[in-house]
């Protein structure tokens, strides 16, 4: 079966950084993947780690260790379009979510 | 392309009744996958599939609950005898292979 855990909440401020970590337990790999979901609209896509390292894409990037089952999406320069939640997923034995975090962007 | 459709985008049904929807992929992809989620909570997995055969199904999900992808293009799920549960944002999504999977704007059911 495939397990994934991430904060429920987190709270930041316009201009900064923010790192949302996700910890996932899982039969097979083949891919750790972060969606951004605002209120009342579907996911859509945000980065992709298959191989261990950053990978970096503007404002955002992804950081995956297949090892330690860990993964993080950093957001830097915070705006306020950014308040939403973010969703990591996992390709194992099919393609399953986490919770998300839930991230407000104060002023 | 202009990417993953679904029909209805809301629908209310009354308790008892039988509801279908329906998913169109993005063209060329050849999985499609179908999610269940409630207000603050992440997708919910209920099925896959790869081309036209179903390869798994959520251990979760009733028998009222079943899908089809019959020519490996659209896809519709189907929820028999609707329970006030039942009531959720019904998502679809496709993806080729395993690269990034793309969102319908999903189906809202309100069961009453």
């Known amino acids: 079966g495939q397990n994934i855990d991430q904060p429920t909440e987190m709270t930041a401020t316009e201009g900064a950084i923010v790192q949302i970590n996700c910890t996932y337990q899982?039969?097979?790999?083949?891919?750790l993947f972060w969606y951004q979901q605002h209120a009342g609209e579907a996911p859509t896509f945000l980065s992709y780690n298959v191989l261990d390292g950053l990978e970096e894409k503007g404002r955002f990037s992804s950081f995956l260790s297949r090892s330690k089952g860990y993964s993080y999406l950093l957001l830097k320069e915070l705006q306020m379009k950014d308040s939403a939640s973010y969703l990591c997923?996992?390709?194992?034995?099919?393609?399953?979510f986490g919770p998300g975090t839930r991230l407000s962007v104060l002023p | 392309d202009t990417g993953v459709s679904q029909d209805p985008r809301h629908k209310i049904t009354k308790r008892g009744q039988n509801v279908t929807f329906r998913c169109d992929p993005i063209?060329?992809?050849?999985?499609l996958y179908w999610y269940r989620q409630t207000l603050g909570q992440g997708p919910e997995f209920l099925t896959y599939?790869?081309?036209?055969?179903?390869?798994?199904k959520s251990r979760l999900l009733s028998d009222r609950f079943s899908a089809e992808r019959p020519k490996g293009s659209f896809s519709t799920l189907e929820i028999q005898r609707t329970e006030q549960g039942d009531s959720a944002m019904y998502l679809c999504?496709?993806?080729?292979?395993?690269?990034?999977?793309?969102f319908g704007q999903g189906t809202r059911l309100t069961v009453v």
């Open positions: 999504a496709s993806s080729l292979d395993d690269s990034e999977a793309f």
């Open positions: 997923a996992v390709y194992g034995q099919n393609f399953v």
């Open positions: 599939f790869q081309n036209e055969a179903q390869l798994e």
């Open positions: 899982t039969s097979g790999f083949n891919g």
């Open positions: 063209s060329e992809h050849n999985r």
